[in-house]
């Protein structure tokens, strides 16, 4: 049983930058693929980003390819999503979630959140003047 938790969200001006944390425990971390997903009010949950084991591979939904950046540190079990040029648009709960490994890592496989195993409770990102 793995359990995540996610922190670092808050209040930011649009162009302004915020970096979200993800800490995992219960289980050996560099065998899940993690994974950050973000629901706005009234929307279904979407895929922000993902990272493979090895953090060599990374995967992007095009909405914020070149603002978003996500990495991990296995050694510290944490994955964390930097993130620049905030728009209004990307106002809303951030979820981290880990996903175990069932072969190589692809991206768009990891996209989809019935992929994951374990979510955190999220954390709440506003973008707003």
């Known amino acids: 049983q793995v359990q995540v938790v996610e922190s670092g969200g808050g209040l930011v001006q649009p162009g302004g930058s915020l970096r979200l944390s993800c800490a995992a425990s219960?289980?050996?971390?560099?065998?899940?693929?993690m994974g950050w997903f973000r629901q706005a009010p009234g929307k279904e949950r979407e895929f922000v980003a993902s990272?493979?084991?090895?953090?060599?591979?990374?995967y992007y939904t095009d909405s914020v390819k070149g603002r978003f950046t996500i990495s991990r540190d296995n050694a510290k079990n944490t994955v964390d999503l930097q993130m620049n040029s905030l728009k209004p648009e990307d106002t809303a709960v951030y979820y981290c979630?880990?996903?175990?490994?069932?072969?190589?890592?692809?991206?768009?496989?990891?996209?989809?959140?019935?992929?994951?195993?374990?979510w955190g409770q999220g954390t709440q990102v506003t973008v707003s003047s």
């Open positions: 990272i493979s084991w090895t953090a060599v591979t990374t």
């Open positions: 219960g289980g050996t971390f560099s065998s899940y693929a």
């Open positions: 979630a880990a996903g175990s490994r069932k072969g190589p890592y692809i991206g768009s496989y990891y996209s989809r959140a019935g992929n994951y195993d374990y």
